[in-house]
């Protein structure tokens, strides 16, 4: 019988939660007091951006010791990140764009990924591989609202997690299109709430995310 981790880890990252929170993370010995508090506020899953040199060491620390999160981590723009990324525990990656070759290393992990688009030719190539779940990026910046409902046209089987510049006032309207799985929301776990140890506060923002349908 399979274990209900083993049953989330089957299922994609755009189904997972309305919001994965994007985090960047500076101390490692915030990552797991961290992932404990979304967890605590109902969310199970984690985008960890590769932004900081402390980011592999907190994926590590949080798959070994908070298993029950499902460990993404983001800002992936290598061959070499993603190898690490999985390495350190990922269960799914994100990247901001999408080259050849980027694709070529996210495909080799074995693992479920969202790749970053902006235009519709990021779409189109994503299509060519077979790839129909992606991430908008920078969303708001490349059109946001109305730049996914011009893509559901030509390209209805593509699922998108848009994540850049998305708040809680704007999530809901994202999260009513039919093309949007999820978004990305750096606002859940901010550097603020991290440095004071504000597990609480962070709890409390995860909490109200879990509404946003």
Partial sequence: MSTVTERVASVSPLDLAPVIPVVVISDPDKAVPLARALLAGGVRVIELTMRTPAALESARLIAAEVPEMVLGVGTVISTEQAEQAVGAGARFLVSPGATERLLDGLIGTGVPFLAGTA??????????????????????????????????????????????????ATAPSYLALPNVGCVGGSWIAPPALQEAGDWAGITALARATTSLV
């Fill in 119 to 168: 235009s519709a030719t990021d779409v189109v190539r994503l299509l060519e591989r077979g790839i129909t779940e992606a991430k908008l990026f920078p969303a708001e910046v490349v059109g946001g609202i109305a730049m996914l409902k011009a893509l559901h046209g030509p390209f209805a089987q593509v699922r998108f997690c848009p994540t850049g510049g998305i708040s809680p």
